[in-house]
């Protein structure tokens, strides 16, 4: 079982950096320790994905966007932010941008299920399914990568997208940076009584945080922030009650809410690896960055990354190079550092200012909306960087 390179991880990442490798001619497998079918059919897991139109370009690219249904993409028109109980709000649109739509909302299942659907019969790819990786090592020569069920791989390039908590990053001895934030994040669809328009919500109130991502529909995704110990026990309400609680949690501005899917929970925790590449070996996706999901862009990011390093690899494998050459992985490392950092650090401190609760933080939270209000350039800034042609 050689192979030029082996991917870890059939996550959204993992599998659309094999879709983006399918014309360079090279011998793939993705390892995924979920069952084919739970790739073919992923459940819900209540995340949907804000995407960028880069991303929705990307999607196209790989032939994924076109299996989705149109029920499956929700066009996000506008997005506004809010903070504590005042009514003013800070407002994001695409006017100026040159078009109607921040982005689209997809659900992460349907991204997975198409992603899987565009892949499966990829000439030269081989889905190994039902097992995990256990150990792998590499040297100047390949890489070596043992299955949970005893299986050996070798490998000419050994790409990592096993999620935040890398346990391949940690074998290959990469230093990450992991922040455990002791909270969580409550997500589920509601259906309620008013339209929302399109626009999304994101309500910084004292004590949690609420976002409302308009779905297809009289539809949301709700998402509530709160410490761990409150969103188990909000986790643990019959449906109807949290319903109730989330109505008031959100100032029934949409009208009463129903929840109709969830609730899942997500403790937070960020990642941020020293290095996103090693002899013979390259990190995509949260494994390499693992951003917070407020302002809803790791998977964007980790999308980009992905098809920055199947370029290079691709092109590499053109010209008969060496897919794995130092220089490369370098060049794909300095390249994804440079996407990410400053969205990576514009996250945390948007988080560190927001999860504040002294008075002296709240009046900083509201003057900086107000300031983002009165200049256009900050807005229509954030309004391109929400939208990412
Ligand atoms: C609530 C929430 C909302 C979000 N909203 C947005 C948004 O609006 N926009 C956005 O861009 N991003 C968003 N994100 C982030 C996005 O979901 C992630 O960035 C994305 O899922 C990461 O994909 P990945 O493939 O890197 O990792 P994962 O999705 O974590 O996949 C990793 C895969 O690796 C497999 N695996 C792990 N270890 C092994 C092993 N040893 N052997 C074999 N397989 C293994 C796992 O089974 C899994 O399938 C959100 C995240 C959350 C939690």
Known sequence: ??????????????????????????RLAVVEREPRDALADPPCDGREIALTHRSVATLQRLGAWERLAPGDIAPLRAARVLNGGSHFALAFDAQGQGDEKLGHLVSNQAIRRTLFAAIQDQAGLDILSGTGVATVQTTRKRAEITLADGRLLTARLLVAADSRFSAVREQLGIEARIDRLGRSMLVCRVSHERDHGGVATEWFEHGHTIAMLPLVGHQSSAVLTLPSDAVRRLADLDADLLGVELTRRYGARLGAMRVTEGPHVYPLATSWAEHFAATRAALIGDAAVGMHPVTAHGFNLGLQGQA?????????????????APLLLRRYEAAHRMAARPLFTATNLLVALYTDERPAARVARHAVLRLGAQLPQVRHGVSRLLMQH
Do not use: Q, W
């Open 1 to 26: 079982m050689n192979y030029d390179v082996v991917v870890v991880g059939g996550g959204p990442a993992g599998l659309a950096f094999a879709r983006s490798l399918a014309a360079s001619g090279l």
């Open 308 to 324: 920055t390093l199947a370029r290079l690899i691709a092109e590499a494998a053109a010209r008969g190079g060496n897919i794995a």
